[in-house]
């Protein structure tokens, strides 16, 4: 994952999460966690679609033709901004659906390089996450000797 895509999937903060209460002996990805996340992917996926019919209000309801240039472009940037954060989000929420479709395929939760159980925290913490901690670390770690 990019600095950019982390920098997205960090700034969508869920409201109103409650984490998981493991019990024990609990077999790991049961009904009850997979519930659980198809719930907080659920709410994150909802939260950027307002985050979405906000920003298209926004510039139906500030698009003005400014006389002054300076102001013109200042318009301008700020439109290219939230316009590229909803190109961003828009990824996630493809991201999202496609994670939500994991958990029905019963794909879910295991590391996509080894299959190792990526754990309840982590996938708490980043859903979409798709590698376990060490796989994603090794990742980082060639990225950053490649210069990627």
């Not at 301008?76 to 999202?96: A, G, Q």
Request: net charge negative; glycine share 4%; charged share 40%.
């Amino acid at each position: 994952m990019s600095k950019k895509q982390a920098a997205v999937e960090n700034t969508s903060v869920l409201k109103n999460f409650t984490p998981y209460k493991l019990k024990k002996g609990e077999e790991y990805m049961n009904d009850s966690q997979k519930d659980h996340f198809k719930s907080i992917l659920r709410d994150w996926r909802n939260q950027l679609m307002e985050e979405v019919d906000r920003t298209v209000h926004h510039l139906q309801d500030e698009a003005a033709n400014y006389p002054d240039p300076a102001d013109r472009a200042t318009q301008e940037e700020e439109f290219s901004l939230e316009l590229r954060t909803r190109d961003r989000e828009r990824k996630l929420i493809k991201k999202i659906d496609s994670t939500i479709e994991k958990i029905a395929q019963d794909d879910y939760g295991y590391c996509e390089s080894c299959g190792i159980e990526i754990g309840i925290r982590r996938l708490e913490a980043r859903p979409t996450a798709d590698k376990c901690i060490d796989c994603k670390t090794l990742d980082e770690i060639r990225e950053k000797q490649w210069g990627a």
